[in-house]
């Protein structure tokens, strides 16, 4: 499965951002879909993670109640939502997909990875 990240750019501190995850040449709509994120100069960190129906999310303490994960089996396409930015949140962000149809924090879990989305909030 190859995925492909989209969405990231430039935003000010308490702007919104809406991240996409599409997977190209086979569904994924039976796979759990992870988020995760790398900062310059930091370790990969887990942001969020989707069941493969939609009905189970989880999210980082850092983000909580600030993202939101959700998918359109229709599209093929996984989505976070991202408001109240602030510059802790600038990183390249990842989606991964799951070899399990319920996701975890975990990062070998998740077998296909995309290539990344730059976000940059300003201050």
């Known amino acids: 499965v190859q995925l492909q990240a989209s969405g990231g750019g430039l935003v000010q501190t308490g702007g919104s951002l809406k991240l996409s995850c599409s997977a190209a040449r086979r569904s994924f709509s039976n796979n759990a879909v992870g988020w995760f994120r790398q900062a310059p100069e930091k370790e990969r960190e887990f942001v969020a993670q989707i069941s493969w129906n939609g009905a189970v999310t989880s999210y980082a303490d850092s983000v909580k109640g600030r993202f939101t994960s959700s998918r359109d089996h229709a599209k093929n396409t996984v989505y976070l939502q991202m408001n109240s930015l602030n510059p802790t949140d600038t990183a390249v962000y990842y989606c991964?997909?799951?070899?399990?149809?319920?996701?975890?924090?975990?990062?070998?879990?998740?077998?296909?990875w995309g290539q990344g989305t730059l976000v940059t909030v300003s201050s």
């Open positions: 991964a997909s799951s070899r399990t149809s319920y996701g975890s924090n975990y990062s070998r879990q998740y077998d296909y």
